[in-house]
T-cell receptor, first 114, second 118 residues
Framework: GESVGLHLPTLSVQEGDNSIINCAYS??????FIWYKQESGKGPQFIID?????DKRQGQRVTVLLNKTVKHLSLQIAATQPGDSAVYFC?????????????FGTGTRLQVTL | NAGVTQTPKFQVLKTGQSMTLQCAQD?????MSWYRQDPGMGLRLIHY???????DQGEVPNGYNVSRSTTEDFPLRLLSAAPSQTSVYFC?????????????????FGPGTRLTVL
């Protein structure tokens, strides 16, 4: 299948542990952020989003934290499972705009070890 | 629903050849787009369309053409392939909500086409 990239930073986590994936964004005007998961051979899949009027949002086993002061967001995955192995990347944009205005990060590869 | 489908899954071209990457969606989405994904880089927008008959350029449009004759289909044409176009191409679609609403989280991606230009 298609590989996302050979030069991605890699996070190796043991099954059952929590994972934290980080993303730095560049545009101070961005007020909307998304995390995507991309499994080998597949297109990106939406995980969770957050608007800049929040600093934390929780989903099922995932939490996104936003620190606007340092333009940083993170994705926390609780009780990491083998099925979580994938490339994760963030995207930034302006809420109320169109998807054409999203800017995507390069991604982090998450490897779950047994 | 099949979602977003792309064909072919793999393609090898020689420099100068032309071809069309197909993309179709069955969700009645108004918005469709094409991205390329290269090692060490994020997804980059090539072209997009906000509805049948309407297309616009994205960040990296050179060397590519698109058309949108129907809501369902959004083909991407490479006019004269170059090695720099070797990449993985993704098509995506979403329902663009009313002005002021965001439907980013409804953007669905196809499985991708890996293109190699020799």
């Amino acid at each position: 299948g298609e590989s996302v990239g050979l030069h991605l930073p890699t996070l190796s986590v043991q099954e059952g542990d929590n994972s934290i994936i980080n993303c730095a964004y560049s545009n101070s005007a961005s007020d909307y952020f998304i995390w995507y998961k991309q499994e080998s051979g597949k297109g990106p899949q939406f995980i969770i989003d957050i608007r800049s009027n929040m600093d934390k949002r929780q989903g099922q086993r995932v939490t996104v934290l936003l620190n606007k002061t340092v333009k940083h967001l993170s994705l926390q995955i609780a009780a990491t499972q083998p099925g979580d192995s994938a490339v994760y990347f963030c995207a930034e944009g302006v809420y109320g705009g169109t998807a054409s205005k999203l800017t995507f990060g390069t991604g982090t590869r998450l490897q779950v070890t047994l | 629903n099949a979602g977003v489908t792309q064909t072919p899954k793999f393609q090898v071209l020689k420099t100068g050849q032309s071809m069309t990457l197909q993309c179709a969606q069955d969700m009645n989405h108004e918005y469709m787009s094409w991205y390329r994904q290269d090692p060490g880089m994020g997804l980059r927008l090539i072209h997009y369309s906000v509805g049948a008959g309407i297309t616009d350029q994205g960040e990296v449009p050179n060397g590519y053409n698109v058309s949108r004759s129907t809501t369902e289909d959004f083909p991407l044409r490479l006019l004269s392939a170059a090695p720099s176009q070797t990449s993985v191409y993704f098509c995506a679609s979403s329902y663009e909500g009313l002005a002021g609403e965001s439907s980013y989280n409804e953007q669905f991606f196809g499985p991708g086409t890996r293109l190699t230009v020799l």
